[in-house]
């Protein structure tokens, strides 16, 4: 088991940038495939990044190449998503999740591969 607490979240213009934190608890995050997703009022939980188990491979969604960047701090047990040259289209709750994926080195993409979320963290990215 573990439990994922994100932080970071805030109201930014656009063009700033913002580095969002999920804390883990319980067993490791470096024992698990991280990802993050965002879910916009009136819309479905969607990708944004994630890493592998093996801190290896790394996946992005097309709208965030570039200028989001996913990574692991073992030491202090907690996942990062640096966000640079933020839109208002970037606007959404943004969720941690953990999973113990079979394949170490396969950075899973959709929610239904994560057993384990965050209560989500909000972000506002104003015009």
């Known amino acids: 088991q573990v439990q994922l607490v994100e932080s970071g979240g805030g109201l930014v213009p656009a063009g700033e940038s913002l580095r969002l934190s999920c804390a883990a608890s319980g067993r490791t995050s470096s024992t698990y495939a991280m990802g993050w997703f965002r879910q916009a009022p009136g819309k479905e939980r969607m990708f944004v990044a994630s890493l592998s188990r093996s801190g290896s491979n790394t996946f992005y969604a097309d709208s965030v190449k570039a200028r989001f960047t996913i990574s692991r701090d073992n030491a202090k047990n907690t996942v990062y998503l640096q966000m640079i040259s933020l839109k208002p289209e970037d606007t959404a709750v943004y969720y941690c999740?953990?999973?113990?994926?079979?394949?170490?080195?396969?950075?899973?993409?959709?929610?239904?591969?994560?057993?384990?979320w965050g209560q989500g963290t909000q972000v506002t990215v104003s015009p």
């Open positions: 999740a953990a999973d113990a994926y079979p394949d170490y080195n396969y950075a899973p993409a959709t929610p239904n591969a994560f057993n384990y």
